[in-house]
């Protein structure tokens, strides 16, 4: 797939796959960020390059600071607020997903699941582990059915201390 930009030129996914192991769903996300942009008027830049393909290798939940923290060290020159487009960018072409939890901060995840997920969040530390669960599936959607509700979006965080943090002494 090919995607012309304002200046003419040709910008092709596998600049940025080549470089990393990409999953056929984040290749057509991928391409669906390539013609979003370009919808925009956005060039394909090196450094946009290098904030995707690190939040895409990473694959955490980040906070535009510390993904900038993580940048900065691979690409000196790069600014904050280019940090936070990229990622709003990624967002708005569906790429990826911002999540509050319990913070002021919003937290930017990658859109890569096949299945939908729920975060355990721990208060001490603020790790976050993904986890699924049918049982909770399955009452959602009885609980939506129960109440003839339409259920375009859910999320369940669920808030505590983990195994590492329990296992600390104080």
Not at 63 to 73: F, H, S
């Amino acid at each position: 797939m090919k995607v012309k930009i304002k200046n003419k030129k040709e910008v092709l996914p596998e600049k940025l796959s080549k470089r990393i192991k990409i999953s056929p769903k984040n290749r057509s996300g991928l391409e669906r960020l390539l013609k979003c942009q370009a919808k925009r008027g956005l060039k394909f830049s090196k450094k946009r390059a290098a904030i995707i393909e690190h939040f895409i290798k990473a694959d955490r939940h980040y906070t535009v600071e510390q993904l900038y923290n993580e940048i900065k060290e691979v690409v000196p020159n790069i600014g904050y607020s280019t940090i936070y487009r990229t990622l709003k960018l990624l967002v708005d072409c569906g790429m990826a997903r911002t999540h509050h939890f319990g913070e002021t901060d919003a937290r930017f995840e990658l859109v890569h699941k096949e299945q939908h997920h729920d975060h355990l969040v721990c208060e001490k530390c603020g790790r976050i582990i993904e986890f699924t669960d049918n049982g909770i599936e399955k009452l959602q959607n009885a609980v939506a059915k129960k109440h003839n509700f339409l259920v375009k979006n859910r999320e369940l965080q669920i808030f505590g201390v983990c195994k590492r943090c329990q296992q600390r002494k104080h």
